[in-house]
């Protein structure tokens, strides 16, 4: 059950969350509060995702994934409460993290994973 419910979980979570940034542009009052929604949907997703192993360095990547997630649902507040666009910084930020992540978490995880075979 899990193992279908975190995938889309983080699916409709990333998507809100794109949605509520490209949305902040057109000045839609209601787009902070769904970037906010979406973001804690990802950010809930990956942290209750089990990661098989527990090397140094996967649990140094899961912690960037969580920071990564961390600074997306901040960005939110940042759109809310600072009139600028300071919180392009928070969503950039949150970008790298992301992509990083994402691009060498399954890399070493297979890399421990054909360790123990």
Known sequence: MMKKLLPACFAVGALMSLAGASAHITGWYLSPYLLITGSLLVLVSQVFTPVGCSSPVIRRLRFQQIVGALLL?????????????????????????????????????????????
Request: proline fraction near 4%; charged fraction near 20%.
């Open 73 to 117: 649902v901040a960005t939110g507040p940042l759109m809310l409460y600072l009139r600028g666009n300071e919180w392009i910084v928070s969503l950039t930020l949150a970008a790298v993290f992301q992509l990083f992540t994402a691009i060498r978490l399954p890399q070493e995880v297979e890399k421990e994973m054909s360790k123990k075979r």
